[in-house]
């Protein structure tokens, strides 16, 4: 006998790994189509860099990411990713002196592992959107 499968519980537990997930969220999920091979919009070997303000001690710097390598780009994406949190532990701290400095540095945003393009399926309810409408999905 075979078990039943909740989908709306797998759902759940799926979105609950994000900080921003909100229950009411859940109406915003789509059915897709397709997936689409590659990073994001991107594929293939593509520079990315840790760009810091220039008072940082670390100089800037660019890697080459081979983007439709999946144990590559987790390496060198959680590579510069550290720099950028220590990055920005160093700007919350240097920000903090505002009022006396009149400096504030701005935070980076890490990158992130998983990105990937799908195409929406057409609904199956009343009124149709673009089969050909693209969605980029990041994974945190």
Request: charged share 25%; aromatic share 12%.
């Amino acid at each position: 006998m075979s078990k039943v499968i909740n989908v709306h519980e797998i759902i759940l537990q799926l979105v609950r790994t994000d900080s921003q997930f909100q229950e009411e969220d859940l109406n915003k999920l789509i059915p897709i189509s397709t997936v689409q091979k590659g990073f994001g919009l991107y594929n293939g070997v593509l520079p990315i860099s840790f760009s810091p303000h220039e008072d940082y001690d670390i100089d800037p710097y660019e890697l080459d990411v081979n983007l439709d390598d999946d144990e590559e780009r987790i390496e060198k994406l959680t590579q510069i990713n550290l720099d950028i949190q220590k990055y920005n532990k160093w700007t919350a701290e240097k920000s903090a002196d505002y009022e006396e400095t009149n400096i504030w540095y701005a935070p980076k945003k890490e990158y992130q592992m998983w990105q990937f393009v799908v195409s929406r399926a057409p609904p199956s309810w009343g009124f149709l959107f673009p089969s050909f409408c693209v969605i980029l999905v990041e994974l945190v």
